[in-house]
């Protein structure tokens, strides 16, 4: 993904690379961000130290770990830098954090960087809100083999979609897992299936499930590209926007 984002970032008119991060003793560190992305060289390497970073740029896009994209939600309130958060696998005691990081600066959040996928979100919740508790509601996603969490990130907002549009909390009726004898399924409950193997970049199909029909939506990633080309276009959608934590609804402006 980062090679993604420095390719869609020199690509995008009105935008400029400032600079990449790894790791404290990553592989990468020193390297040239534009030459790791296939491109010609542009002299800016990458460092270990993200605060060279926030000091350089007006916008960060983080697409890293939980425990990494809460340090550098740190560092964007200190310095004002706008920050695009596509990390997945966030809590709700991290989306929280974002919150008040967010009083201090620009933070857009969200759990899939398509814009595709948001308007699967949308769709979803509008499709749940439209139909009763008679259709079951399953959500199915799979990735690739690499993938460290599960359900995916994607699933999850899926899934608070469709709650959302129903009225309920998602994890008062989450159906995460299921093995063995379960017994019939609960009325009004919000199914997860996790499938993970080969190079899969990213399919989630929401399943609803009614007396004598069945509708399905679905969105399958083929590039990574379209998380990057999503996260380009929040950044300078959040450049002059008031402090505050933003979703890619608010940048589609789909309410």
Do not use: C
């Amino acid at each position: 993904m980062g090679r993604e984002l420095v390719r869609q970032v020199l690509e995008t008119e009105g935008v400029t690379l400032a600079g990449g991060t790894e790791k404290p003793g990553g592989a990468l560190v020193g390297e040239d961000v534009a030459a790791l992305a296939g491109v010609p060289p542009s002299g800016i390497l990458v460092t270990e130290d993200p605060t060279v970073l926030f000091d350089a740029a007006d916008a960060v896009i983080d697409f890293t770990t939980p425990a990494a994209t809460l340090l550098h939600a740190t560092m964007a309130a200190h310095t004002g830098t706008t920050l695009v958060v596509g990390t997945t696998g966030l809590d709700d005691a991290a989306l929280s954090q974002l919150g008040k990081m967010a009083r201090q600066t620009r933070i857009v959040q969200a759990p899939n960087m398509s814009v595709g996928v948001n308007l699967l979100f949308a769709l979803t919740r509008q499709v749940a809100a439209t139909l009763g508790i008679e259709y079951d509601i399953e959500i199915v996603e799979h990735h690739h083999r690499h993938k460290v969490d599960a359900p995916s990130g994607t699933a999850l907002g899926l899934g608070r979609a469709a709650a959302a549009g129903r009225g309920v909390d998602l994890d008062a009726v989450a159906d995460r897992a299921r093995d063995g004898h379960t017994g019939p399924r609960e009325d009004g409950h919000i199914g997860f299936a996790v499938l993970r193997g080969g190079d899969v970049v990213g399919d989630h199909t929401v399943v609803f499930a009614g007396p004598g029909e069945r509708i399905e939506l679905t969105h399958k990633a083929s590039d990574r590209v379209i998380y990057a080309r999503g996260a380009v276009r929040a950044a300078q959608w959040a450049a002059d926007k008031p402090n505050g934590l933003y979703s890619m609804a608010d940048v589609l402006g789909l309410g």
